[in-house]
């Protein structure tokens, strides 16, 4: 079963998302410049609203981090232990892994993703084995042992946004864990051009008698109507919750994961509707909330709807309505061409009023929240 969340988020003058020369993002798409946001910068924001809204429980969330070790001997010295064993300890099990190298004294050599119930547990193995880690002279086999039980508690740790959004380890490809969510880069649905703020400061002590500014310079910014798109694979996302492979899960484990994926979800949409970037925030406060929102529900398969916007809408017109009919009218044409047997629920929310034609018009973002709900309880 997939979820798929589209939107159309139109912001005020901003600069959400900046490349390496602090301009805002674009790309090039249908022949014409647009604005963009990267999907990075979106999981971002997502995975912050989680944990700054309490959307998820902190023990199923995830930190993603090169200060491992750091992190490990905080913990051991509020069980009771001295900052400088716990720093060695920490240090000796992630050296004893044999994979999971350090670039100095504590920081991994890349970020790693990681589960709080994984760092919780590997925390444990440390304080299982104090004495071999804390020796002037580890054992060998010892160390071996360490490194092999901190390596089987990297099982994802039932982490909601690890299994939403996957993990990387370049030298653990066997605990690599397969994204359960696509997030695509935003892009707006007409084209765009770069804009310059210029700025003066004033020197509040500065002589009245002297002129200028204590202070100038000047920002990019651009302003733009975004197409959104996301999907989570259902089944991917209870496997990654799980934890192990199906066959060896007993019933309560699986009902438990499950649960734990409809949560999940849930979370999922409410943060992807309400996150915004904080880029440049403090200068432009562009929080403006989606004025259209898409949810499916579908056995199979996934369409992204950018490309109703290939041909840039036309600004002249009413930016956000011509793009919400733009975004209906190719739903419609990809279900005449394609069939829509599999499709479960579609539920649209429109700020604006606006023909939905072949989709369900609910009242409020928690109509179509409760649909998607039932509607993965009932076929999941």
Known sequence: MIVELHMLQNFVPSCLNRDDTNSPKECQFGG????????????????????????VSPESLAKRTKLLVSELAGRLVKAGKTEEDARKASAEAIKATAKLKLKGVDKTEYLLFIGEREIEAIASVILAHWVELTSPSPDKKALETVGKEVLDKLNGGKASDLALFGRMLADLPDKNIDAACQVAH???????????????????????????AGMMGDIEFNSACYYRYANIDLGQ???????KTIDKATQEELEEASELAGKTVEAFIRAAVFAIPTGKQTSFSA????????????????????NAFAKPVREQGNLIADSIAALVDYWNKLAGAYGSDSIKAKPALALKEAQLTGLDRVTNFEELVGKIKQTIADGF
């Open 186 to 212: 935003a892009i707006s649905t007409h084209k765009v051009g770069v804009e310059f703020d210029f700025y003066t400061a004033v020197d509040d002590l500065q002589p009245k008698e002297e002129t200028g």
């Open 237 to 243: 996302l209870k496997k990654n919750l799980l934890g």
């Open 32 to 55: 014409y410049r647009r604005a963009r946001i990267s999907s990075q910068c979106i999981k971002r924001a997502i995975r912050q609203y989680f944990e700054d809204n309490c959307l």
């Open 287 to 306: 929080q403006n909330p989606p004025d259209f929102i898409l949810a499916v529900v579908r056995d199979n398969g996934t369409w992204s709807l950018a």
